[in-house]
């Protein structure tokens, strides 16, 4: 076995996969696969997403997704990019995403896994170039494979994840993930067509001084949410809002930080989606030593009931989160 072989900064991202195969003794190539197939599509949306401006083809498409918000094109080239990658991989039997009403069943009865995806997330950034990101979630199937997949295989809580993670096409582009024994991260030289290690077990500060919230809604904000932003200026807490989750999750996993997409009385389960926004990054921050709630309780044991159903999300530095809830409990 290779699980001598040590891995340091600069290790490509498919050795690291191997080494990591090789450490856990009941480690499926399967699942190593599927990184893979992810880390190739990531590679060609990066380079679409690097040409959007220049191509023409960041523009609106004209149509509108399931949530009724308007689909970018390059958010359809990388739903597309990312199936193609999961279907001939052969790994993965079906997949949930952003981008499609329905569950795509793959018709691969020996596919063991199960992928939710947030093809490219922060849709409303392509546009005027700013950082946008992919989100995955891979769980396993639960039913018997050789039949036809059902609920029980999609509808699992975050906890039963197997691995998940995000790439962010920044100004470098960087691809994290962690498979249930830490986090680490992975830059992209493109002139290599690599990914690198550069972020070994990345570990959230337990604390910090960033919050993140689109502040515009705050009146209809829930009271003790109010008073928790409130605390959070009277400390001169610096915020920082992009308006694309993967960019502002990353920039507070590295710095400490709090983000936070609230229930607000217009829409009491915010905005952002369980299954491949919420638990993929919720499983990272736990990983890194963060933390990630509704509000209430663990996002990762929430059980999903509908697709794309929605949560309120307080993700980042554990002291931070932990505060937050505590305001929550302020009614009035
Ligand atoms: P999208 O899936 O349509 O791109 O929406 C998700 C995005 C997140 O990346 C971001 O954190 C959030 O929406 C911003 O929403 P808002 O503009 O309401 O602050
Ligand atoms: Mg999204």
Redo the contacts with the bound molecule.
């Keep these: 076995s290779d699980s001598s072989i040590a891995y340091s900064v600069g290790t490509t991202l498919d050795r690291f996969i191997k080494i990591k195969q090789d450490e856990f003794p009941f480690a499926s190539g399967e699942l190593s696969q599927i990184l893979r197939d992810i880390a190739l599509a990531a590679k060609i949306v990066n380079r679409e997403t690097n040409r959007a401006g220049l191509a023409n083809i960041g523009g609106a498409f004209g149509q509108t997704n399931v ?1 009724g ?1 308007e689909q970018q094109k390059l958010d359809v080239i990388a739903n597309i990019r990312f199936m193609r990658a999961l279907t001939k991989g052969g790994e993965v039997c079906a997949v949930v995403s ?1 981008e499609d009403d329905e569950v795509i069943d793959l018709q691969n009865s020996s596919g063991k896994y199960v992928v939710a995806i ?1 093809p490219l ?4 950034n392509i546009d005027v170039n700013i950082s946008i990101g992919t989100i995955f979630s891979i769980y396993r199937r639960v039913t018997p494979l050789g039949r036809r997949i059902l609920p029980q295989d999609i509808m699992q809580p975050g906890n039963q994840q197997v691995a998940a993670g995000y790439v962010l096409y920044g100004s470098s582009t960087m691809l994290v993930y962690t498979t249930g024994y830490g986090v680490n991260g992975f830059t992209y030289e493109p002139s290599l067509g690599e990914f690198f290690l550069s972020h070994p077990n990345m570990c959230a500060p337990k604390d910090g001084n960033i919050y993140s919230i ?1 502040e515009g809604t705050a009146n209809l904000f829930e009271t003790g949410l109010q008073k928790y932003i409130e605390k959070c200026k009277e400390r001169q807490f610096s915020a920082r809002y992009i ?4 960019a ?1 999750f990353h920039r507070n996993l590295l710095k400490g930080g709090i983000y936070i ?1 609230p229930a607000t009385s217009k829409s009491p389960k915010g ?2 989606r369980l299954l491949y ?1 919420a638990n993929a990054l919720a499983f990272i921050a736990e990983q890194a030593g963060g933390m990630a709630t509704d509000g209430f309780g663990r996002i990762l044991d929430i059980e999903p009931t509908s697709l794309h159903q929605r949560t309120p999300l307080y993700i980042g530095s554990e002291k931070m989160v932990e505060e937050a809830e505590g305001f929550l409990k302020i009614k009035n």
């Design positions: 949530q918000e952003e947030d997330d922060g849709s409303s689109n308006g694309s989750l993967v502002d997409y905005k952002l926004e």
